[in-house]
């Protein structure tokens, strides 16, 4: 049951990651194409937003391959099998809670150090790259904005570098918006920043206040654009950054390091830690609702729905739980109530399939309680 349960995890997980994966690369593919930028940089960008793909699929993924297999086992009548050679449903949990572990551990890895880890890189990188004006700018045949009030456009880049028939509307002050227009322009790399170099050109000066046009002809003329981003260092104090290990010893310091509440940092840690366990409670309700209920020729569809109910129940009350924690970092606990209602309810099923008499007579005795009390 171990080997068919880690094969269909793999095979679920490809599968989801794949479609969320997808869904994210075209997303930024045209806005990183869009933006000038090479292949390769699409490829990094891809590869640091994997982990946390990874992270949201797994326990689905779990959740899936346990049904799968159940049913699969049930259909086949291995599970009957298994049951009337003395496999108790308590017995037949034992490689589920593997199962769980295994993957449990595979999420511990994510949300602890590799999540983290490609979200720090990813913010990094992405503020590198929008610092690069240079390849915003070299898009030919195209009306560029690379910052507010600032319009630039190429006719044609040659194989050499050169850039033909610029032109370039600066409007950042309003009482004295200037354009440049040239034949031939050059960017040229500096040690404080990047240079538009414009040869034989023109440079247009509206005055607002006296409807009057200056023009002004030159033969070269060189424009920082490195004025057009924003120098400011990107900021790396981030709860979502933050260590797991930091988060725990010093919450309080960690709350003010990243200027956010202490309710905050104490739903970031709890939820990578709670991330983890709801894995062994997806891989548990999925397999314990197929156990419950007689045998049909039509399949076990309708413990499959009830198992999904089951698990959305729990996510609904995952999200319930978030608002007061936020709001208070002292009642960090409810963030584990979803996993012990999972426990609870996957023990409870567990039970069920194992005394399912004691549980019909129960339910028959109770039955014949409410007929015998007068309405």
Request: glycine residues 6%; charged residues 15%; hydrophobic residues 50%.
């Amino acid at each position: 049951m171990l080997s068919q349960f880690m094969v269909l995890f793999g095979f679920f997980a490809l599968v989801l990651v794949s479609i969320f994966w997808i869904n994210k690369a075209v997303r930024m593919f045209d806005r990183l194409i869009g933006d000038g930028q090479p292949a390769w940089i699409f490829l990094e960008f891809t590869a640091l937003t994997l982990p946390g793909v990874i992270g949201v699929v797994l326990p689905i993924a779990a959740f899936a391959a346990a049904v799968y297999v159940i049913n699969r086992l049930s259909s086949e009548s291995e599970l009957t099998v298994m049951q009337a050679t003395g496999y108790s449903p308590l017995r037949l949990a034992r490689p589920v809670v593997t199962f769980g572990v295994i993957v449990a551990v595979m999420m511990s890895l994510l949300a602890h150090y590799l999540i983290p880890a490609s979200l720090s890189q990813l913010n990094q990188r992405q503020d590198e790259v929008s610092r690069n004006i240079t390849a915003k700018l070299l898009s030919e045949g195209e009306f560029l904005h690379p910052a507010p009030g600032i319009t630039f456009y190429i006719r044609e880049i040659s194989p050499e570098g050169e850039l033909r028939d610029v032109f370039l509307s600066d409007r950042r002050a309003p009482e004295a918006p200037v354009t440049y227009t040239s034949s031939r322009a050059y960017l040229v790399q500096e040690r404080d920043g990047t240079r538009l170099v414009m040869v034989a050109g023109l440079a247009q000066n509206i005055r607002p206040d006296s409807d009057r046009l200056f023009t002004t002809y030159f033969d070269d003329f060189s424009y920082d654009i490195s004025s057009l981003i924003d120098r400011d260092a990107v900021s790396l104090d981030k709860v979502a950054y933050a260590s797991t290990f930091e988060m725990l010893r010093n919450p309080s310091a960690v709350a003010e390091r990243t200027t956010t509440s202490l309710g905050l940092v104490m739903s970031q840690v709890h939820g990578r830690i709670t991330s983890a366990l709801l894995c062994v409670v997806a891989a548990l309700i999925g397999f314990s609702t197929l156990l419950v209920g007689a045998y049909s020729r039509f399949g076990v569809w309708r413990q499959i729905l009830l198992a999904f109910g089951l698990l959305i129940g729990i996510k609904i009350v995952e999200s319930m739980v978030v608002a007061p924690v936020l709001e208070n970092g002292a009642l960090w606990p409810l963030l584990y109530l979803p996993i012990l209602l999972g426990l609870a309810l996957a023990t409870g099923l567990l039970t069920l399939a194992t005394y399912p008499l004691f549980w019909r007579r129960m339910t028959r005795r109770a039955r014949r309680v409410e007929a015998e009390i007068p309405t």
